[in-house]
């Protein structure tokens, strides 16, 4: 027992320790939001100490950018449920260790709302009235009580998943099922769950007919689940550059589109997957039967310096072993050519796009003269029935982490029908505001078209209908297949949905007031500062996990090599 | 795999290097810890510190009668620090045989607002920021279309022709939707109908403010000033004792007046008699007798549910 707890220790020490590991752009990136999230800490404790007096709010409007916040942030803390279902649910091998990154910035969305919700409360040491037997929760009447313990459940659960996957690949033992998969499906119910109480908060007020509206529900799912996928898309190709461009050995010259593949070899025989085997003792273990039938198909290529093996975007479903020599894998991305790795003798490449049946997303050239083995995807399915080369083989593809880019569209496609959907919605409660016209469609008024004279949201509401819209639009045309436009309608929606939500949602269900008084709000400066305090903090929150996750799921950070110091 | 292993230091790496990175890793954590320490630097300007005392205190529903004592003992020594006045602080309980009711005719109202500062004096509030209870509503005769109401009108003389006033203050609902989405149940109704508010007990969230469809709630964003010779010493731990910063407030029916039968303070000043008080289980007071032979009265929202205990009528 101690030497788990011990082992776990040395873990979690490893992992702290790396987190202040990286290159400049690591230290310029976190620099920069230490600092931030110090400035919101510093208007913070000025508000701990006037009260909330340094925020615009009033008690005509008590609630403001800090409960806006927090509203976003739960529908992307919910929307991280979103990677979790194709994987689970679907066997999407492609989004497998990308939920780890979704789960990941729900955790650290939680951790935001936490504070934003914590930062709007006028009594914030009086804390412990809300925890049960302690103090004195209102549960089941007050549906802020509910909100208090699914967001801590929620960030329990995900906690969990992440830590216990991550300290697994670790230790680079199998997880045991019993210990994530109920929790996995548990969360995703949850997932719901937070964003729908959530709604509830506001849609059981019945002194406030702009939010006492059943579709307020339905309107914090989608948009949450066109939002939270977007940031992860972009966070997602974050990762990805920030990932791939690590090994960089040769210069960065262009690859020819004209440059003739190289495919002529010899058939394989049984003496090349024996030399194969030298470096990958795991073939060892495959029946010679299986063996035998692999070897109908297989050629072995003997390429020169230079030689093309694989061409990025071609649509063949071959994979390659490399037997002797190296081979360099370049990518083009934005009119640039990365190396991303390179390969030595009993490497595989071309595994990913062979088996997701999705176009090549680099291409490869051998770096010497080499001898490759070149396998039909069904021949590596074949062999990977063989447990040791199935792990081998699944553990390189997670060590390339390659967040290909039909995993990204895989997300667009979510995010273009949340997106269609949340419009959709916001359309029909437009529609019977504007059209029943009956008293309470003042708060609307206020806000599309402004109210007596007093118009401060309209301006804001009417950048996020148009951005919701160019967002949407974007999605639907066949352009945002490219990441370039994909990336444009992702922060339209993000952008366009956090003003409809935050600002858009919770600001004029206060105005006017119940007794028909007109009192605008704008949010100080102070509480400006402390709001991108905590954005700036989750970030940073953000960035650590990543910058701890993503070396333990390349296999670069393991329990084997534990006592040598951590590389950036 | 081929390239060089991450791992590998450099064979070059001198005690120097070292020396350097170990300066530089520490002249990053003090400017770290120096930029920490500024970031919390507005802490020192702190004046109320909350004793451990009244942190750890219990929950009013929970506390035996000795606690309440030293609890009221306690208030009466901070108030008299901060004021220099030593005040009579109360426990009330509600009374038996009592459920007040607040009967307000609309057709003698002539909105002098007298209500309104006779209330301030006698609850405390804060006069900076300001904080009412009461907000007297402006309406053009034949309306009572809140989003017609007025409620800052300068009148050199009141009533003006073509108006008239309605005051809302807490309605005391019977079914209060303050008091169901409250997280801490740091508010509730008392079975003399009066919804009050442990000011010891309020976390600030404001859910509350943003529930009641009456707007009767109000909070203190800043800490309440209150000039010492305007302090009302007869207080009620759940009625007028002084608030605190981040907390609550709002309207109680003046329960240090009311539980121990006398008025409250905006019935007592009001000039035209247009406010009625009384126990509605009595059907020989005033307001049974008002609600019995009044033709028109008004519950404000009725449609939200709420049931109030406070009835605006007309005369004729």
Not at chain 1, 220 to 226: C, D, K, M, V
Not at chain 1, 513 to 525: F, H, K, M
Not at chain 2, 8 to 29: E, H, I, P, V, W
Not at chain 2, 134 to 142: D, K
Request: hydrophobic share 45%.
């Amino acid at each position: 027992m101690s030497t788990a707890v011990r082992n776990y220790a040395t873990f979690l020490s490893r992992c702290a320790r790396i987190a202040f590991v990286g290159d400049w752009r690591y230290y310029a990136w976190m620099g920069v939001l230490t600092a931030i999230a110090l400035i919101g800490l510093h208007a913070y404790c000025k508000q701990f100490v006037h009260g909330l007096m340094v925020t615009g709010m009033s008690d005509e409007v008590s609630w403001g950018v800090y409960i806006a916040n927090f509203t976003f942030l739960v529908g992307v803390a919910a929307a991280a449920v979103m990677m979790v279902i194709p994987v689970y649910i679907y066997d999407n091998e492609e989004l497998h260790d990308l939920v780890i990154f979704g789960e990941l910035l729900a955790v650290a969305a939680i951790v935001m709302c936490l504070l934003f919700v914590t930062v709007d409360l006028g009594r914030p040491d009086r804390f412990w009235h809300l925890i049960p037997i302690l103090g004195q929760m209102n549960f089941p009447n007050s549906m802020l009580s509910w909100d208090v313990i699914v967001l801590n459940g929620y960030l329990l659960l995900n906690v969990h998943i992440c830590g216990y996957l991550l300290y697994c690949r670790y230790q680079k033992r199998r997880p045991s099922k019993w210990f994530y998969i109920p929790f996995v499906f548990i969360a995703i119910v949850w997932a719901v769950s937070i964003h729908t109480v959530t709604a509830f908060l506001y849609v059981g007020l019945g002194g406030r007919p702009f939010w006492n509206s059943a579709i307020v529900g339905p309107r914090f799912l989608a948009s949450a689940f066109a939002a939270g996928p977007a940031l992860i898309i972009l966070a997602l190709q974050v990762v990805r550059r920030v990932t791939a461009s690590a090994p960089a050995l040769a210069g960065g010259e262009s690859v020819s589109p004209d440059q003739r593949l190289l495919s002529a070899g010899r058939p394989a025989t049984l003496q090349d997957f024996n030399q194969l085997a030298e470096n990958l003792p795991e073939l060892a273990t495959v029946p010679t039967g299986v063996l035998h039938s692999c070897l109908l198909n297989a050629l072995v290529l003997q390429a020169g310096t230079g030689d093309m093996l694989l061409r990025q975007g071609a649509r063949d479903t071959d994979v390659f072993f490399v037997v002797r020599g190296h081979v360099v894998v370049k990518r083009e991305e934005g009119g640039r050519i990365r190396i991303t790795r390179t390969l030595g003798p009993g490497e595989i490449f071309g595994e990913v796009s062979a088996l997701g049946r999705v176009p090549r997303t680099a291409s490869a050239f051998a770096e010497e003269p080499s001898t490759i083995i070149r396998l039909p995807a069904e021949a590596l399915a074949m062999l990977m029935r063989t447990p040791a080369v199935g792990e081998y083989v699944r553990a390189k593809m997670t060590e390339r982490l390659l967040i290909s880019d039909h995993a990204l569209l895989t997300l667009r496609g979510i995010v273009q029908v949340s997106m269609i959907i949340n419009v959709f919605l916001l359309a029909n409660e437009v529609f019977k505001e504007f059209y029943s016209g009956n008293l309470h469609v003042a708060s609307s008024k206020y806000l599309f078209l402004g109210l007596h004279g007093y118009h401060a949201l309209v301006p804001w509401i009417w950048a996020a209908v148009a951005l919701n819209l160019i967002g949407m639009v974007l999605l639907i045309l066949p352009i945002s297949r490219s990441l370039k436009w994909l990336d444009v309608a992702c922060v339209c929606c993000i952008v366009g949905i956090w003003i409809e939500k935050g600002m858009g949602l919770v600001i004029p269900g206060f105005i006017p007031t119940p007794l028909g008084a007109i009192v605008e709000y704008n949010p100080s400066l102070n509480e400006t500062l402390v709001c991108f305090g905590i954005w700036a903090f989750g970030l940073l929150l953000y960035t650590i996990f990543l910058r701890m996750s993503v070396p333990i799921l390349q296999g670069r950070l393991t329990r084997a090599n534990e006592g040598l110091p951590e590389a950036a | 795999m081929a390239a060089p292993h991450p791992f590998n230091m450099s064979d070059k790496t001198s005690d120097q290097a070292l020396t350097r990175r170990s300066f530089l890793r520490g002249s990053a954590a003090v400017s770290g810890l120096a930029a920490l320490a500024a970031s919390l630097s507005p802490l020192r300007e702190l004046k109320d510190f909350t004793s451990t005392e009244e942190f750890l205190q219990k929950y009013y529903k929970e506390l035996s009668p000795e606690e309440m004592k030293k609890v009221l003992a306690r208030i009466e020594r901070q108030v008299e620090r901060e004021y220099g006045i030593r005040p009579h602080v109360r426990d009330l309980r509600p009374m038996d045989g009592v459920e007040f009711v607040y009967c307000l005719n609309l057709t003698r109202c002539i909105g002098c607002r007298k209500c309104v500062h006779a209330c301030v004096a006698e609850n405390n509030q804060s006069r900076n920021p300001e904080i009412q209870y009461i907000r007297v509503l402006r309406l053009p005769h034949g309306s009572l279309d809140l989003e017609k109401a007025e409620h800052r009108y300068e009148a050199k003389e009141v009533p003006e022709k073509g108006f008239f006033y309605m005051p809302v203050q807490c309605q005391q609902c019977e079914n209060p939707p303050c008091v169901k989405v409250c997280p801490v149940n740091a508010t509730w109704q008392e079975k003399d109908g009066i919804t009050v508010i442990d000011y010891d007990w309020c976390i600030g969230c404001r859910y509350c403010a943003a529930a009641c469809p009456y707007w009767a709630r109000r909070f203190n964003f800043a800490r309440p000033e209150i000039p010492k010779e305007r302090l009302n010493p007869q207080m009620a731990y759940l009625g007028n004792r002084p608030r605190q910063r981040g907390v609550m407030e709002k309207c109680h029916f003046c329960l240090q007046r009311t539980r121990e039968g006398r008025y409250p303070a905006c019935l007592e000043v009001c000039p035209v008699g247009a406010r009625k008080f009384g126990n509605i289980l009595d059907p020989n007071s005033e307001v049974s007798h008002i609600l019995r032979e009044k033709r028109v009265f008004i519950q404000l929202k009725e449609e939200t549910g709420t049931s109030p205990r406070f009835f605006y009528y007309f005369d004729k």
